[in-house]
């Protein structure tokens, strides 16, 4: 589990591709302080698996799902990526429940400066925007993020200078592709309000749906 607060910025230093999957090394240095080979690292959103550590470097495996579903099969030599090791549970909770597995990915469609912030605007799916709402959190490539606005085709977040120093948001261009990880809260509610009770269960009228949250005031 993580925060989506970025810790460190790394680098690609190799990449070996396989037929479906690849294997990456990563440059860095402050996450490895207290890591060893069988940690979680988010890189660029995605939990990877720590596989090998070099002095100032770890390399984690990536599978086919992963490059199905992420960004990351467009990440070349020197390419920099967002890092954050796993949370603590003595530590703060400075972003949101970030698991690091993407839904996804999207596209920046524009960026517009805003005074000493910056928008961003990325289109998606309908399967990833179906659970962004307005004011809602958004991981974008691994960062904690509040969602300004919500259209049809895309999403906007409003990005202050401190983010940007401290991640390759900075960096992205129109066009880019980005890895999305909606809120697991929203995920969860669905798939509980769609549950079928059994048909056998003995007081099925205790379930809890849509019209009983409506009627208790919850919706």
């Known amino acids: 589990m993580f925060t ?7 680098e690609i230093l190799a990449m070996q591709r396989g037929r479906e999957s690849m294997t990456l090394t990563v440059k860095a240095q402050k996450i490895l302080e207290d890591v060893k080979p069988g940690d979680s690292i988010a890189t660029n959103g995605v939990c990877l698996t720590v596989a090998a550590l070099g002095k100032n470097s770890f390399k984690a495996d990536v599978m086919h799902e992963t490059m199905n579903r992420s960004a990351l099969g467009t990440l070349t030599i020197g390419s920099r990526v967002n890092l954050e090791r796993a949370m603590r ?5 400075g972003g949101h429940m970030v698991a690091g ?6 596209h920046i469609t524009d960026i517009q400066k805003d005074d000493n912030a910056v928008w961003y605007t990325i289109a998606a799916t309908q399967e990833i925007l179906r659970y962004i709402i307005e004011k809602g959190s958004i991981a974008i490539d691994g960062i904690s993020l509040t969602v300004a606005k919500v259209t049809k085709e895309s999403f906007s977040v409003s990005v202050i200078p401190h983010t940007l120093q401290q991640t390759t948001l900075a960096e992205r261009k129109k066009g880019d592709i980005v890895n999305l990880e909606n809120d697991m809260v929203g995920k969860y509610i ?6 079928e009770a059994p048909k056998d269960a003995q007081n ?5 749906d849509t019209k009983f949250l409506m009627k ?3 919706l």
């Open 190 to 195: 669905e798939k509980f309000l769609n549950i």
């Open 89 to 93: 549970a003595d530590g703060r909770f």
């Open 204 to 208: 099925a009228k205790s379930r809890i």
């Open 4 to 10: 989506g607060i970025i810790e460190e910025i790394g």
């Open 101 to 106: 597995h993407i839904d996804g990915t999207g």
């Open 216 to 218: 208790n005031g919850f």
